[in-house]
């Protein structure tokens, strides 16, 4: 895998509807994981917590449901996504050290429950970043 970046939306409950009509008209695989997938209980263990649909066209869309305790608030529901594997980590470890220098770290760049690195660090000018580093090691991978 080398380093790409694509966009990340955010929905308040509607991403399993949004993404599978942008799949309905790019066409493409739409990869689902919702919050219970991951052993998350709560309020929304049906909601997305991640969806993937990537075109042979080479579209690459991604997006979740906010979570039960994140307010989706339009102008905040997208982020930008740099992704990458083992062998693009110093790469997007360096980018995250850098955005977390200038900005705000929102999550830190910690192993999470899907097997990969994560981050998020939101920029001086109010602009998301994610920033995920897989393992190999991910359901799916």
């Known amino acids: 895998m080398t380093t790409h970046m ?4 955010i929905f308040d409950g ?3 509807a949004a993404m599978e ?10 990869d689902v994981m ?14 997305v917590m991640h969806a993937f649909l990537h075109t042979d066209d080479g579209i690459r869309l991604m997006a979740s449901d906010g979570g039960p305790d994140n ?7 997208f982020a930008i996504a740099l992704n ?5 980590e110093a790469r997007l470890r360096g980018w995250y050290d850098a955005f977390s220098a200038a900005g705000t770290v ?4 910690a192993k999470q429950v899907w097997g990969a690195w994560f981050g998020q660090v939101t ?7 994610m920033f995920n580093i897989a393992s190999g090691d991910e359901p799916g991978a």
């Open 6 to 9: 694509n966009t990340y939306l």
């Open 21 to 30: 009509l942008y799949r309905s008209i790019l066409g493409g695989t739409l």
């Open 106 to 109: 929102d999550v830190p760049l």
């Open 14 to 16: 509607e991403t399993r």
């Open 123 to 129: 920029d001086p000018f109010g602009i998301a970043w």
């Open 84 to 88: 990458g594997d083992v062998e693009d």
């Open 34 to 47: 919702t919050f219970g997938d991951m052993g998350m209980e709560g309020p929304m263990p049906d909601g």
């Open 71 to 77: 307010e989706v608030v339009h102008g905040t529901d």
